[in-house]
């Protein structure tokens, strides 16, 4: 299920659509008298797909830790900026109105993260049947404590079947989409990234599997992929390529 298995599944999906199309193709030449040719069958793509346990692979595990916990700390860095105004209390709002004074638009973002992570983790505890008391309010503590609770617990989330979340990470204005978990982390892991102005590209580790300098960050996997044996590269690895080699 993870986001290592994308190109997979869009390669895969492609090929059912053609293939449906063609079926459709066959029926039309068939009643059109079958002169000549028959429409020509999509050729089935060649497909490597990662297998884990038991929905996600080792690499997706450490990608979705790696993204939440880095969710919390950009969230906090961007909350802490001068001009943001503090997430509210339960005591700050009165019911059914908007809070006084308007939230920047970093802070909107900050509440955004946090309400969809709360959500996330009332549903997984709810799948779980597990007795939590999700705290109100969406404060920093709030945030972090929540961050804490997913990942103590990701190992048997990340093998729950169907689990998303609902999600304006790409687009406030738009309805929410919804997105798995770690897809769900990558995404606010890029955007966050983005206004912090922390963004991972460049690296000059060789790749563990064949020697080269081809490591490309793709920003939808959270990890570097070898153009040249694609072989998928977390960042932490990357770093201590650098760091074995500089050594
Ligand atoms: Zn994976
Ligand atoms: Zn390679």
């Known amino acids: 299920m ?29 009643a059109d008298g079958a002169r000549g040719e028959p429409p020509p069958e999509p050729p089935m793509p060649v497909l490597q797909w990662r297998p884990g346990e038991p929905l996600h692979c080792g ?10 916990l880095l969710v919390d700390e950009l969230a906090a860095s961007l909350a802490a900026r001068p001009g943001v105004v503090k997430a509210q209390t339960r005591w700050s709002r009165v019911k059914g109105t908007r809070p006084h004074g308007s939230m920047s638009g970093e ?5 955004t993260v946090t309400g969809e992570l709360l959500r996330l983790r009332r549903e997984v505890a709810r799948r779980l049947k597990l007795a939590d008391q ?9 945030r972090s404590r929540s961050v804490t609770w997913l990942v103590d617990k990701l190992d048997v989330l990340l093998a729950l079947d ?4 609902l999600s304006s990470v790409e687009d406030e204005e738009r309805a929410p989409v919804e997105l798995g978990p770690v897809d769900w982390a990558l995404a606010w892991e890029s955007r966050l990234r ?11 580790a060789r790749c563990p599997g064949c020697g080269l300098r081809e490591l490309e960050w793709q920003p939808r996997a959270g990890y570097y992929v070898c153009g040249n044996c694609s072989r998928h590269v ?3 690895e990357a770093m201590e390529a650098v760091t074995q080699e500089a050594g």
């Open 2 to 30: 993870g986001p290592c298995n994308r190109h997979a599944r869009a390669a895969w999906s492609a090929f059912l659509a053609a293939r449906e199309a063609h079926a459709d193709a066959v029926d039309r030449w068939v």
């Open 59 to 68: 690499l997706c595990r450490e990608t979705c830790r790696r993204a939440l």
């Open 107 to 111: 802070g909107d973002v900050v509440h």
């Open 134 to 142: 999700v705290p109100a309010g969406r404060s920093g503590v709030v």
């Open 162 to 165: 169907g689990l998303t979340v």
């Open 194 to 204: 983005r206004l912090v102005d922390d963004e991972p590209g460049q690296t000059h």
């Open 234 to 236: 977390g960042e932490a």
